[in-house]
């Protein structure tokens, strides 16, 4: 993968969830035996970049992926670019039908953040795993980010999707319960954070993003145990 690192595509490389899409990659590899794994899933699969560059990553690997994704143009567009033979993308109501403990690794970027129901989501997202899967996801846009107020303004304003507001502790505990073992780290940056002048960004200013990335984006790295508590 350290090789793979210098020669990532550059159509990859200017996505503007890339840096954090690496950083959830290059975790992975130290927590689990991909070469033992075989079904993932990428839940919330936007344009498909995350599982193209998952592919990139991990060419030595065989696995089955599948994108889950609520925009119906979205799905189309990925599944229209796609050219990966191992990697569809569904629709959720689709995903809904997937088989229970079918699933090695459930992925999301900034995913959690945006569902209702968060109680429901831990608890189908849990009968989807295998015994011994992970569900991998990043949270930034949380109450306890000083800068997650002004965000979630812009977001509600320009964004189809709804924002709701969940404290670190408090999705930690509503996963806890369903019966994942919960990890988190402050996820590491391995790529330079992009700030562009000439756009509108996520965020105001410069600072704004080294204070939300940096110190108050997390990794939750949730396993479903492969043993039931007795």
Not at 69 to 87: A, F, G, M, P
Not at 135 to 155: A, E, L, S, V
Request: hydrophobic share 35%; aromatic share 16%.
């Amino acid at each position: 993968m350290t090789e793979l690192k210098h020669k990532i595509p550059r159509y990859l490389k200017n996505k503007s969830n890339f840096t954090f899409w690496y950083s959830i990659i290059n975790e992975t590899k130290f927590l689990i035996d991909l070469s033992k794994v075989r079904n993932i899933v990428d839940f919330g699969s936007g344009d498909g970049s995350f599982l193209e560059l998952f592919n990139f990553l991990h060419q030595d690997i065989i696995c089955n992926c599948i994108g889950v994704e609520i925009q119906d143009e979205l799905i189309r567009y990925s599944n229209y670019n796609n050219k990966l033979s191992n990697v569809k993308f569904i629709n959720y109501e689709s995903f809904k039908e997937i088989e229970d403990l079918s699933q090695d690794i459930i992925f999301s970027q900034e995913v959690v953040y945006t569902v209702e129901n968060l109680d429901a989501h831990a608890l189908e997202i849990y009968k989807k795993l295998n015994k011994g899967g992970y569900y991998i996801f990043t949270i930034g846009c949380h109450i306890d980010n000083p800068t997650w107020i002004k965000r979630k303004k812009r977001i509600t304003k320009e964004e189809k999707y709804n924002a709701y507001d969940y404290s670190l502790n408090q999705v930690a505990s509503i996963f806890y319960k369903v019966g994942f073992r919960i990890g988190i780290k402050k996820i590491p940056i391995y790529y330079p954070l992009v700030f562009d002048f000439s756009q509108q960004n996520e965020f105001e200013t410069i600072e704004e993003l080294i204070e939300s990335s940096q110190n108050h984006k997390y990794l939750f790295i949730l396993l479903k145990p492969k043993y039931d508590k007795e």
